[in-house]
């Protein structure tokens, strides 16, 4: 069974730093990033890493975040983080046959 573990959420200060990261058991996939979702939102794409290496990142993040890893380990570095990054970040893996979704791990940038 495929397991995705986060670590690395918390509380920080606007324009502080974090790096979440998630571990994939026993497996290599296509892509895998990180989605979230802010309470009343959808959830959305933050970072996603394809199959050729290639990273897509959202408007909102790109500048101040980074993806890296392999294909079964992915990090999330985020930098000089904002209130309106407040979310639970969701750890992402898609290999031929599906998706796969983490527990989360909750981000709080205070003001």
């Known amino acids: 069974q495929v397991q995705l573990v986060e670590s690395g959420g918390g509380l920080v200060q606007a324009g502080g730093s974090l790096r979440l990261s998630c571990a994939a058991s026993g497996r290599i996939f296509r892509s895998m990033g990180w989605y979230r979702q802010a309470p009343g939102k959808q959830r959305e794409l933050v970072a996603v890493?394809?199959?050729?290496?290639d990273t897509n990142y959202a408007d909102s993040v790109k500048g101040r975040f980074t993806a890296s890893g392999d294909k079964n380990t992915v990090y999330l570095y985020m930098n000089t983080l904002k209130p309106e990054d407040t979310a639970v970040y969701y750890c992402?893996?898609?290999?031929?046959?599906?998706?796969?979704w983490g527990q989360g791990t909750q981000v709080t940038v205070s003001s």
């Open positions: 992402y893996a898609r290999d031929i046959f599906r998706e796969y």
């Open positions: 890493i394809g199959s050729g290496d």
